[in-house]
DNA sequence: AGCAATTTAGAAACGCAATTGCTTTATGTA
DNA sequence: TACATAAAGCAATTGCGTTTCTAAATTGCT
């Protein structure tokens, strides 16, 4: 009988000296009042933390003196008005920020954030899809420094930044694997070329794990323990939230789905995944030009140039073929991510990239042919942060690491 | 812009007192010995523990107290023989005990494991399957006291309790959800009819959850971080575990695999999902029938009732018909769970179950035909528990229970 | 304006736990 | 029997959290 050798080297619980505690304290004082929505009084804090009055002033005292904490003007909290009125405490989110990147295809954006999650600045710039890579690094460079400049925030205090991109993100190496629409994105070293444009750490991130991050933040479904993302534009790709973590497998590639394989898919484009290219943007305006020809009457016919976002377009308004269309689209779909929702029960599914654009039709109609394949259908919502749910996820991400290397350990 | 409101009520790192600091201490330094090989002395536990000697010594001479530790003959470590023979402490394995139960629809086993993992006891009767659920249930609490008698161990030294079931498990109910093999399983309370046969929490679980965490502590897989574990006989269902941590899902249906949908399962059971119906133990019989009617010279014609373990037994000896059956299974297998190795991307697939019986056959067939339809093949091994898997992944459930409710908090 | 009531801030005394540094004990070896 | 060595035991010190008391700053009432 083998014994459970768990090899996980650190314990998790690891006790330490009288300093220790007091680093500890320090730290849930400052998680309590970070997390309270008005001041707090010096009782209030203790009772939270359960810890007696005078450690909390001491080490409130000391969060003071770090700038962690502020004071508060007295009329913010609904006080007893009566007796000596108490020192108010509250979280300097300014203390300190963190920046998001979301480097697309199509644009990147910069988004800086304070420390309680609040968004202060974004920035974005369109670049061409072609782009050579070191040029998209360049400019993703400029981007960042141009927001930072502007907001006049100081470099050294901004604590951690979080970059999104396309295609996987091995873990160990923090470099891009396959990330087919950027040309030689994988290529490169993106942590180390933007490493000169801050003082923190940077971490990498699938752009899909991102929305899902920021999508459950900030947007649709806060605090959903399990939840799937599926960014549908060009590319089809998933960001999976199980257990209240992200789930990136072993090479970065979980939630790959556009290579689901898929039945009558055989002579596609091979940049696309089987799945993907039954679903994505350029399907539907293939399935739009086709209806198109069939019904000279349908809204779609007006284009000379048939897009993806006309035909979203034209179903949002109502037009009957293209809502046809969008239904037939979100049948696939759900055909095709059936498994998927078997495998982990979400509550949730969340939809965004530019095909979700075709808007309720989408919804609804993805969320009746789910229920048709599935055992417990998640509920099925549009993406409310549309095409910020990447940097919003970046600032997130940021901001959690912030809350687990830095607030985690404050010192006095 | 909306803050992060994260209403996780409580707070992460919760301080304390100079009391709660022994507490913490005293469970680094149970974890240390109990982690370690071989009996350890006071100033490597200290090192290890990042403490001073004298702290050591009287935390361990109080886990000593509560027979948390023992001490070692000197002889059992390779201490240098000079000087003061120092006292050496072991792990105390039989300070307490954990159960883990499988109750599947023909067999109900119990095991009972010492601290460390160690397998003390195992304890298996055969059931019918169509066993009304009270007698079903009165034979699990039979089975479990006389694997308590038959050991000797008391009651209140049995710290936890897993039972595996098939089926959902619902969270927060703890009751079993659908389970199609097990007539009226659903509708009894099997936590709150065993609680009468133990002292001590129960926890239920999905088998194939088991089946995973089995596997990976003490079978194929150690510490493996992103695994599924499929287990496959009459029915279909995966344990998967994702960031170490298994994945239950909203309704405990993760991994529900057997009803992934799947072209060309029309006319099926209706007892069994679409995926399940086309690649289940049925499915290789059918399978055997029709190639033993067509070729008379197969392995496969000599049995008048064929079964599933026919089929797999004549794989395994060599059978060409058996053998290509196997393969077919395996394609079908590979393309129905395809797009859940997309969405987790795990290192590893483990196969368990009677269908596993086909031996490296099925192994390698699955293993070709995945790396067809998949970006990053996992690695694919049959599991090396059989049917044992359940039980043992149960016993390693309690056990991690008792660490985290039981040791991480000794008190002296 | 002055005083009581009320609530918070500040300070002293106490206790627990961990650390440093020294002494004592138990063993092997010359 | 002495000596070297390594570990156990003990005392003093320090850091932190708690309890308990006293001082301070308000509002409301007379």
Redesign the interface.
Same mark, same amino acid.
């Given at each position: 009988?083998?014994?459970? $050798?768990?090899? +996980?080297g650190a314990?998790?619980?690891?006790?330490? $000296?009288?300093t220790?505690?007091r680093q500890?304290?320090? +730290?849930?004082v400052l998680?309590?009042v970070r997390?309270a929505?008005t001041p707090l009084r010096v009782a209030e804090i203790a009772q939270?933390?359960?810890?007696s009055r005078p450690t909390v002033e001491t080490v409130a005292e000391g969060l003071l003196d770090q700038d962690w904490l502020l004071l508060a003007d007295a009329d913010d909290a609904g006080a007893p008005s009566v007796g000596r009125p108490a020192r108010l405490y509250r979280f300097n989110e300014r203390a300190g920020f963190v920046l998001g990147v979301d480097v697309g295809a199509h644009s990147v954006t910069v988004a800086i954030g304070d420390l309680?999650?609040?968004?202060v600045a974004t920035e974005r710039h369109r670049v061409a899809p072609e782009l050579p890579a070191i040029e998209r690094l360049a400019a993703t460079s400029d981007v960042i420094a141009a927001l930072i400049a502007h907001t006049g925030i100081a470099r050294s205090d901004i604590l951690a930044m979080t970059v999104g991109t396309p295609g996987t993100v091995s873990p160990a190496t923090d470099r891009v694997g396959?990330s087919p629409g950027m040309p030689g994105w994988p290529e490169v070293d993106v942590v180390g070329a933007l490493a000169a444009s801050v003082d923190c750490a940077i971490e990498l991130e699938n752009d899909a794990n991102l929305a899902a991050v920021g999508e459950r @933040?900030?947007g649709i479904g806060?605090?959903c323990?399990?939840m799937v993302f599926l960014l549908l534009g060009e590319r089809l790709g998933?960001g999976?939230i199980?257990?209240d973590?992200?789930?990136?497998?072993?090479?970065?590639? @979980?939630?790959?789905?556009g290579?689901?394989?898929v039945?009558g898919a055989r002579d596609r484009d091979p940049r696309f995944g089987p799945l993907e290219s039954r679903v994505n943007a350029s399907a539907l305006v293939r399935m739009g030009l086709r209806a198109a020809a069939e019904h000279p009457d349908s809204a779609l016919a007006a284009s000379a140039e048939l897009s993806a976002g006309d035909v979203t377009l034209a179903a949002t308004r109502g037009d009957a073929y293209a809502s046809g269309l969008v239904r037939r689209l979100a049948r696939r779909i759900a055909?095709?991510? @059936?498994?998927?929702l078997? $495998?982990?029960?979400?509550?949730l599914l969340v939809v965004g990239g530019g095909v979700s654009l075709a808007g309720e039709v989408l919804r609804s109609a993805l969320a009746s042919a789910i229920t048709k394949?599935?055992?417990?259908p998640?509920e099925v919502r549009l993406s409310a942060l549309g095409d910020e749910a990447v940097v919003l996820g970046a600032v997130?991400q940021s901001?959690e690491r912030v809350e687990a290397d830095v607030l985690?350990r404050v010192s006095a």
């Open positions: 009988m083998p014994m459970s $050798t768990d090899p +996980s314990p998790a619980l690891a006790g330490g $000296t009288a220790t505690l500890r304290n320090s +730290s849930a998680d309590i997390r929505s939270a933390a359960s810890l309680r999650g609040g968004i396959l @933040a900030r806060a605090g323990a399990d998933a999976i199980a257990n973590a992200l789930v990136r497998g072993r090479n970065g590639a @979980a939630g790959e789905l290579y689901v394989p039945r055909h095709g991510i @059936a498994p998927t078997l $495998t982990l029960n979400p509550e394949v599935v055992l417990y998640p997130t901001l985690a």
